[in-house]
């Protein structure tokens, strides 16, 4: 059995369950077969993460995050989940990477978002939402710039998933403040604490604009009934989309290893090799 750690969560839902363990599956399989001691299946829960006793540390000594085993048992903290020393395999997203993960981890491959509109290889976008009859729809730009209505959104109530999310609210930041604008186009803002929750709040009018991350607004969709009562009215523009990461102590062997299975997926959805 090993004693190694996978997880997916960024696309977890729950009514995508079985697709994302489909994907593991994919993954795991391609991964054992470059010798790699792949986990059977993904974590979802704090307890299933393996115990660190006096908790977390980085090369340096320095503690960095508490023994899993001290978290909420049913929750899962990603942040915990990404530092953890037995990570082979996770999802993550640039806006956490930029503010500190990416010293304590290793990228080994980014998604593809082709088959999602306002994707183009690794790079995606976020649709920026409003209740329906509230502005025009639009569809994504074919050049990936950004298209951000000023005047469609300004004095709005604005939510987002969380401060770290780059989908959700650093991206839009950034085009932002390309436009000589800021966060302060905007009435209030608050924190919904996840893309779904997002597009609810819009939906429900307790918020007037989200910005939703392409993959997750076709998830929403499929499974959530309030993205029917809500329309695309801007985008922001492309960046690279979530990392697949893997410890920082994950050996160079592996690492290669890993690199070499995902290029050997790459003409699967979903899977690029890491440039």
Same mark, same amino acid.
């Given at each position: 059995?090993?004693e +190694?750690? &996978?997880?997916l #969560?960024?696309?977890?839902? /729950?009514e995508?369950? @079985?697709?994302v363990d489909?994907q593991?599956?994919r993954?795991?399989?391609?991964?054992?077969?470059k010798?790699?001691?792949a986990?059977?299946?993904?974590v979802?829960r704090?307890?299933?993460l393996p115990?660190?006793?006096?908790?977390?540390?980085?090369?340096q000594?320095? +503690?960095? &995050?508490p023994? #899993?085993?001290t978290?909420? /048992?049913d929750e899962l @903290?990603?942040?915990k989940?990404?530092?953890?020393?037995?990570?082979?395999?996770?999802?993550t997203?640039?806006?956490?990477?930029?503010?500190g993960l990416?010293?304590?981890?290793?990228?080994?491959?980014?998604?593809?978002y082709d088959?999602?509109?306002?994707?183009?290889?690794?790079?995606?976008s976020?649709?920026?939402v409003?209740?329906?009859?509230?502005?025009?729809?639009v569809?994504?730009?074919?050049?990936?710039r950004?298209?951000?209505p000023?005047?469609l959104?300004r004095?709005?109530?604005?939510?987002?998933n969380?401060?770290d999310?780059m989908?959700g609210?650093?991206?839009?930041?950034r085009?932002?403040?390309?436009?000589?604008?800021?966060l302060?186009?905007f009435s209030?803002?608050?924190?919904s604490?996840g893309?779904?929750?997002s597009?609810?709040?819009?939906?429900?009018g307790?918020a007037?604009?989200?910005?939703?991350?392409?993959?997750?607004?076709?998830?929403?969709?499929r499974?959530?009934?309030a993205a029917?009562?809500?329309?695309?009215?801007?985008?922001t523009?492309r960046?690279?989309?979530?990392?697949f990461?893997?410890a920082?102590?994950t050996?160079?062997?592996?690492?290669?290893a890993l690199?070499?299975?995902?290029a050997g997926?790459?003409?699967?959805?979903r899977?690029?090799?890491?440039g």
């Amino acid at each position: 059995m090993s004693e +190694l750690v &996978a997880a997916l #969560p960024m696309y977890d839902w /729950p009514e995508a369950r @079985d697709e994302v363990d489909a994907q593991w599956a994919r993954l795991r399989d391609a991964f054992r077969k470059k010798g790699i001691d792949a986990p059977q299946s993904i974590v979802r829960r704090n307890a299933d993460l393996p115990p660190v006793p006096g908790g977390i540390h980085d090369a340096q000594g320095k +503690l960095i &995050a508490p023994d #899993p085993a001290t978290l909420p /048992p049913d929750e899962l @903290d990603s942040h915990k989940l990404w530092l953890h020393p037995a990570l082979l395999f996770a999802q993550t997203c640039w806006g956490p990477m930029g503010l500190g993960l990416s010293r304590h981890v290793q990228v080994v491959g980014q998604p593809s978002y082709d088959a999602y509109e306002g994707g183009q290889g690794e790079l995606y976008s976020s649709a920026l939402v409003m209740r329906a009859g509230e502005g025009p729809e639009v569809r994504s730009p074919a050049d990936g710039r950004a298209l951000i209505p000023l005047d469609l959104i300004r004095g709005k109530r604005f939510t987002f998933n969380s401060l770290d999310s780059m989908s959700g609210i650093i991206a839009l930041t950034r085009d932002l403040q390309a436009a000589g604008e800021s966060l302060d186009i905007f009435s209030t803002r608050s924190e919904s604490g996840g893309h779904r929750g997002s597009i609810v709040a819009v939906a429900e009018g307790k918020a007037d604009v989200a910005a939703i991350d392409c993959e997750s607004w076709a998830q929403a969709q499929r499974f959530e009934p309030a993205a029917r009562e809500v329309v695309i009215v801007g985008w922001t523009g492309r960046r690279k989309g979530l990392p697949f990461i893997t410890a920082a102590t994950t050996p160079e062997k592996t690492v290669r290893a890993l690199r070499e299975a995902l290029a050997g997926l790459a003409e699967q959805p979903r899977i690029q090799r890491v440039g």
